[in-house]
Nanobody
Framework: QVQLVESGGGSVQPRGSLRLSCAAS????????VRWSRQAPGRQRELLAQ???????YYAVPVKGRFTISRGNAKNPVYLQMNSLQPEDTAVYYC??????????WGQGTQVTVSS
């Protein structure tokens, strides 16, 4: 089983930016898809962005045009650049990797707080 650790969260003012990283406990090969999701207090976890192995991307409507998901390497498989952050973006953010052999892996999350 692969462990994922998110980093880069924190507190930021509205219209600010953050870049989230996702580090794996070991190199991951045969990646099928990488994703970022978030969960705000009292709400269900929602998928924000995804890149599949062929390179196709998906963005949820609330973040399209503001967030950018990108692939990294086998130890740092995915990043999320977040621009124009708003208070409603406050949540715990999770990375998620699907890979041949290692299955689906999730991180423990990193808190992002947007407030003035």
């Amino acid at each position: 089983q692969v462990q994922l650790v998110e980093s880069g969260g924190g507190s930021v003012q509205p219209r600010g930016s953050l870049r989230l990283s996702c580090a794996a406990s070991r190199s991951i090969f045969g990646i099928i898809a990488v994703r970022w999701s978030r969960q705000a207090p009292g709400r269900q976890r929602e998928l924000l962005a995804q890149i599949r192995g062929g390179g196709s991307t998906y963005y949820a409507v609330p973040v399209k045009g503001r967030f950018t998901i990108s692939r990294g390497n086998a130890k740092n498989p995915v990043y999320l650049q977040m621009n124009s952050l708003q208070p409603e973006d406050t949540a715990v953010y999770y990375c998620n990797v699907d890979a041949l052999g290692s299955g689906t892996s999730w991180g423990q999350g990193t808190q992002v707080t947007v407030s003035s």
